[in-house]
Nanobody, 119 residues
Framework: QVQLVESGGGVVQAGGSLKLSCAVSGGTFQTYRMGWFRQTPGKEREFVASISPVYLNTDYSDSVRGRFTTSRDAFKNTVYLQLNDLKPDDTAVYFC????????????WGQGTQVTVSS
């Protein structure tokens, strides 16, 4: 029973920063690629960032590259998303997700945390 719980969302002024956390329990965190996605009403869920286990390879969407950074702490079973230079278009519910070692899709998802960026 893998559970993912996001936290750290909130309201921030444009240009500000937030740090999101995703605590993972159950399963084997060290074997999962961890991803971040976001969704706004009326829009498809979009990929934001991901980080692989062990070698910590990262991927970012073009819209966040250079502003957001994802990292993970194997000792805490937690993945982070540092959001810098936030823009109103970054407003969304942010979800973390886990992909198993040979999985094609992200199998486990958190409940989401709201990020609102005011102008």
């Amino acid at each position: 029973q893998v559970q993912l719980v996001e936290s750290g969302g909130g309201v921030v002024q444009a240009g500000g920063s937030l740090k999101l956390s995703c605590a993972v329990s159950g399963g084997t965190f060290q074997t999962y690629r961890m991803g971040w996605f976001r969704q706004t009403p009326g829009k498809e869920r979009e990929f934001v960032a991901s980080i692989s286990p062990v070698y910590l390879n990262t991927d970012y969407s073009d819209s966040v590259r250079g502003r957001f950074t994802t990292s993970r702490d194997a000792f805490k079973n937690t993945v982070y998303l540092q959001l810098n230079d936030l823009k109103p278009d970054d407003t969304a519910v942010y979800f973390c997700a886990a992909k198993t070692m040979y999985g094609v899709n992200y199998e486990y998802w958190g409940q989401g945390t709201q990020v609102t960026v005011s102008s």
